[in-house]
């Protein structure tokens, strides 16, 4: 994994060095040195989850303009379905996808119309024979990653189908061939409109075991939403119509895609610390019940993503109103499905990815590692952070490692001081003593 493109930037002038993005990581990434935090490279997830805590602004998401596909003769839009839980007072997702024409996209597919046929995939999944369950959603590119990090005997859970934003762009682009077979691959642009920058990742590394994604570039959410709110009028009839229904746009928040699978055994948790606490619980067996798990890193499912406008719980709420006015589905359009295409599969099963190793020599990594645990067991155990490691386990780690030092431990150093300042008093005092004698 060595030269991982992230999504998730530093601005080393905007952080104070405050511990606000230390403990939520959930793969123990980041590190308060020499007055500022620092990312290390080979942990993120890029959940975002630290620019959702960070009070100054100092963590950011790094994404494409909209003018980077100016050069492309053919521009398709892929909206994600949290895009239209942005809008107040939205009846029609119609209204979105005209706006999408008018802001200078030449074709829109809905990625929504693809998860509808993922729900059926993964129905048809379900059913085989031998899976290992429980099932765990492939769909969040953050939760991929950390399974991949840290709970690599997980990875043979994971739904071997592609995302919907990628089976989308794949069939838009099959789409728009036949509608211009003039053009070369290069001339189209599948263009998503992301709420989070995980995706930023999947896309920019070729996730899914170095199998290039279909789409060209990945844009934020609220820059599509600014552009969009000046050109859509309400009182102009659009000249576009939704092809999916309210299970596609489901898939927005947390609940959607599990509800979708037709299973009562079904777990479905959001925000990054719960999804952790849910993987190390399947992990330890504890669910021998479960068959399929839904997981989002943003809170409240797509709709919290660190590239969203609106607050996640209303924007949860207006698509639960624009539901109303729509089918349950609408796949049955493009054909029944009695199987799983192979062109909706991942090409290779998930693989794990192993943290920086102590040494490359084993007898090293092994005394290294008995270091680790002498060093750890004189530290206090707080977890406080105050040390810029995430807990004393990590800053044990740290010393070790040589990026820290025994110093650094604000514990162990007001102890010593207490410590000092005690001989101190008692040689004073016991000067004092011999001086009055």
Request: one cysteine or more; proline letters at 6%.
């Amino acid at each position: 994994m060595a030269g991982y493109k992230h999504s998730v930037s530093l601005d080393i002038e905007k952080c104070k060095g405050c511990t606000n993005c230390l403990k939520p990581c959930p793969t123990e990434a980041i590190r308060i040195r020499n007055g500022h935090a620092y990312i290390k490279s080979m942990r993120c997830v890029d959940c975002g989850k630290c620019i959702s805590v960070c009070p100054y602004g100092a963590k950011k998401a790094v994404y494409d303009k909209l003018s980077a596909m100016d050069s492309f003769k053919l521009k398709i839009a892929l909206p994600a379905p949290s895009l239209y839980g942005q809008f107040d007072n939205l009846d029609d997702v119609d209204y979105v996808l005209q706006g999408l024409l008018d802001i200078g996209f030449d074709d829109v597919f809905e990625v929504s119309r693809a998860a509808e046929l993922v729900s059926d995939y993964t129905r048809l999944y379900m059913k085989q024979p031998g899976i290992k369950l429980p099932v765990i959603s492939s769909a969040c590119p953050a939760v991929v990653r950390l399974i991949s990090l840290r709970f690599p005997f997980l990875c043979e859970n994971v739904l071997p189908i592609l995302p919907p934003v990628e089976i989308a762009a794949r069939l838009a682009k099959t789409r728009a061939k036949k509608k211009h077979p003039e053009l070369k691959d290069e001339d189209i642009c599948c263009c998503f409109i992301s709420p989070c920058p995980a995706k930023v990742s999947y896309v920019s590394n070729d996730m899914f075991n170095g199998e290039k994604s279909a789409i060209d570039i990945v844009v934020s959410m609220s820059d599509v939403y600014f552009a969009l709110i000046d050109v859509m009028k309400n009182d102009k009839a659009p000249g576009v119509s939704t092809q999916s229904g309210m299970i596609g746009v489901s898939w927005a928040a947390t609940g959607g895609e599990a509800s979708a699978v037709f299973n009562d055994k079904y777990l479905a948790a959001d925000g990054i610390e719960n999804v952790n606490r849910v993987l190390e619980q399947i992990d330890n067996s504890d669910f021998p019940d479960l068959e399929f798990v839904e997981l989002n890193a943003c809170n409240g499912g797509c709709v919290g993503g660190a590239m969203t406008v609106a607050n996640p719980y209303i924007a949860k709420a207006r698509l639960q109103s624009l539901k109303r006015y729509m089918p349950v589905s609408q796949s049955w359009k493009f054909g029944s499905r009695d199987s799983i295409p192979d062109d909706a599969k991942m090409a290779e099963p998930l693989q794990g990815i192993p943290y920086s190793p102590l040494s490359g020599d084993r007898n090293e990594a092994i005394r290294m590692m008995a270091e680790i645990q002498q060093i750890h067991e004189k530290l206090p155990d707080w977890d406080c952070g105050s040390c810029g490691s995430p807990t004393c386990m990590c800053f044990a780690e740290d010393i070790v490692r040589g990026d820290a030092d025994r110093e650094d431990c604000v514990v162990l150093v007001r102890e010593k001081l207490h410590r000092l300042i005690g001989e101190q008093l008692k040689n004073e005092k016991q000067k004092d003593n011999k001086d009055e004698g």
